[in-house]
């Protein structure tokens, strides 16, 4: 299946559509050239082990959105995505909400080369990259400013992905992890001044998989 295919955009409508995610004609297009330029550079870059275009829209794009409804609550403007990759979610989330400013993080360089080059040929304004280790980034040098929302997909372990990007947390803010199962023991791993406010159960369009996503606070 061709990416360009109508059969891919289909899905892509009826999979939002199944999230009561609304996407206007400009962001399914945008959606589609970023999974394109996705499968390109992933021939020679390896950003992804998914290779089946249907599969890289449903895993991914799709993936990616079904968070979007349950950080939509918390209205975010300011949004760190921590190990981006291939720039999931943060790609996704950009084109889906372009009121966000989203800042996609992550220390291989090959791999911010490819989110700026995403940036780039998506026009995609609302998008800033910072290469390097999220835990030696400084508000006000690396970044401009705390975030109200950071966010992972299968990044770490939830004690270590708080711990090492708890300073970037602007007051009153939120670090979301997307995880698969449910993350029990790593729940009950974080340090005591963390706390989990939801842990939500996710169901992706078309995958028959384990989704959760975990929401978690500073407070005892």
């Not at 394109?36 to 249907?54: F, G």
């Not at 602007?170 to 992890?177: K, T």
Request: charged share 15%.
């Amino acid at each position: 299946m061709q990416i360009n295919s109508p059969a891919l955009a289909d899905t892509l409508i009826e999979g939002a559509m199944a999230l009561g995610i609304v996407l206007d004609g400009h962001q399914q297009m945008r959606l589609l050239a970023y999974l394109d330029l996705l499968a390109k550079w992933n021939r020679v870059y390896n950003l992804t082990a998914i290779r089946d275009p249907h599969q890289m829209l449903v895993q991914h794009l799709l993936d990616s959105l079904t968070i979007l409804p349950y950080l939509r609550h918390g209205e975010p403007s300011n949004v760190l995505d921590v190990g981006s990759g291939g720039g999931l979610p943060g790609v996704v989330l950009a084109i889906a909400q372009p009121t966000w400013k989203v800042t996609l993080n992550d220390i291989v360089q090959k791999k911010t080369a490819f989110l700026l080059q995403a940036k780039a040929t998506l026009s995609l304004s609302n998008v800033a990259v910072v290469t390097g280790r999220v835990e030696s980034l400084r508000p006000g040098i690396e970044i401009e400013q705390p975030f109200d929302t950071i966010l992972c997909r299968a990044f770490a372990k939830l004690a270590d992905f708080v711990s090492l990007a708890r300073h970037l947390l602007a007051p009153g803010g939120s670090i979301w992890a997307m995880k698969g199962t449910q993350p029990t023991t790593e729940i009950a791993a974080l340090p005591a001044d963390m706390r989990v406010v939801n842990s939500i159960e996710l169901t992706v369009p078309f995958l028959n998989a384990e989704r959760h996503l975990v929401q978690i606070k500073f407070g005892a």
